[in-house]
């Protein structure tokens, strides 16, 4: 089993460790968090004495920080963890299904019953949260979060540092703008 490092320590890092858990395939070392953090549990450091202690080249890395505008923070923490040459893993739910013919790049969640079907492409750094479906042929950037119940439907692209929000649907086709967020509940066809 190799040992992951989480990067955030708030509520969506709960759902991270959740994940993890389901699998056998990594062991959380410890997570990385803010002093209020840090005094609720035993297994969280500040991000200064991560910095000033720890090794970084080659560690495995998630960034366990939750995303509900778009995602500029969450890239800037990973450009910065990936400039000190740190491995970004996959980190797939049991339950969730991606099929043979689709990809996920590095540091990518895939959360509890997502699916994502045939020919789709999910890029780096991204959440695709519970319960969310990526139809076929769908291009996700970088940074994005697809929250949990949100739908993309077949041939959309979602643009880098992006938020589609809670039980969403993006109908098929649209190809959104950089930066976008949906709010919860929206339906969006452009």
């Not at 320590?9 to 991270?16: E, K, L, T, V």
């Not at 990594?26 to 969280?44: A, C």
């Not at 790049?105 to 492409?121: L, V």
């Amino acid at each position: 089993m190799k040992n992951i490092i989480l990067i955030g320590a708030g509520g969506h890092a709960r759902s991270c460790v959740d994940v993890i858990e389901s699998h056998s395939l990594f062991n959380i070392s410890f997570m990385v968090g803010k002093n209020d953090e840090i005094l609720k549990k035993n297994n969280i450091v500040s991000e200064l004495e991560f910095l000033k202690n720890y090794k970084l080249k080659k560690k495995n890395i998630l960034i366990s920080i939750g995303q509900l505008k778009d995602g500029k923070k969450r890239k800037k923490i990973f450009d910065f963890y990936k400039d000190k040459d740190c491995n970004f893993p996959i980190i797939k739910s049991k339950t969730c299904y991606i099929s043979s013919n689709s990809n996920v790049d590095e540091g990518t969640i895939i959360m509890h019953k997502a699916f994502i079907n045939a020919n789709s492409h999910i890029g780096k750094n991204c959440i695709i949260n519970t319960g969310a479906i990526i139809e076929h042929d769908v291009r996700v950037g970088d940074n994005v979060h697809i929250a949990p119940g949100a739908i993309i439907l077949g041939g959309c692209t979602i643009k880098e540092n992006s938020f589609i929000g809670s039980g969403s649907v993006v109908k098929q086709n649209t190809i959104t703008d950089k930066n976008f967020i949906l709010q919860s509940g929206k339906y969006y066809n452009k």
